[in-house]
């Protein structure tokens, strides 16, 4: 298949898919190495596609139209990350993403897309090494959230001390 043709199956595959496609997923369909797969997708951005690579595969970037995206500093310990994204999870914020500031590097930014108790369970299963490990905990996330929802979310983050405040 012509690397146009196999780009055009690639959009068409991530904008009807809700879940993440791995690269290797897409490389055994059209029958070549996940490098290409790779490839393909740094044109397809480059060409202007919204596709964000995440631990689990590459997705089309869309958020709900009745969500706003916040961003929220937070700081905790490596032990309290699974209870801080189940509270997301529980007032329904889908979590975007994850950027701590380094002295170094500037800003890391890690995707995460995770907005179920499944996508929370994989992400803590691969028992990552937090970008916040970098900053003593302290970090961002953008996260997409109805208004309705957002003010419960912020009430009970600051009952389990998550969110950040400078001394």
């Known amino acids: 298949m012509h690397g ?52 689990k595969g590459y997705l089309m970037n869309r958020i709900d139209a009745n969500r706003n995206i916040y961003t929220l500093a937070m700081q905790h310990n490596h ?15 889908q979590v975007l993403d994850v950027t701590v500031e380094h002295p170094i590097y500037g800003y890391l930014t890690g ?7 499944e996508d929370i369970d994989l992400f803590m299963n691969q028992n990552p090494e937090l970008l916040a490990s970098l900053t003593n905990g302290i970090h961002l996330h953008r996260v997409a959230v109805s208004e309705e929802n957002y003010a419960d979310l912020i009430t009970e983050l600051k009952k389990h001390a998550f969110l950040y405040e400078s001394n």
């Open 79 to 93: 032990q309290d990350t699974q209870r801080e994204l189940e509270i997301f999870i529980k007032h329904h914020a």
């Open 111 to 117: 995707q995460l897309k995770i907005q179920s108790q």
């Open 4 to 55: 146009d043709m196999r780009r055009t199956q690639i959009i068409t595959k991530l904008i009807e898919s809700e879940h993440a496609i791995s690269a290797n997923q897409f490389a055994k369909r059209f029958n070549v190495s996940r490098q290409i797969i790779v490839g393909d997708v740094a044109l397809l951005r480059a060409q202007g596609h919204d596709i964000i690579a995440t631990g």
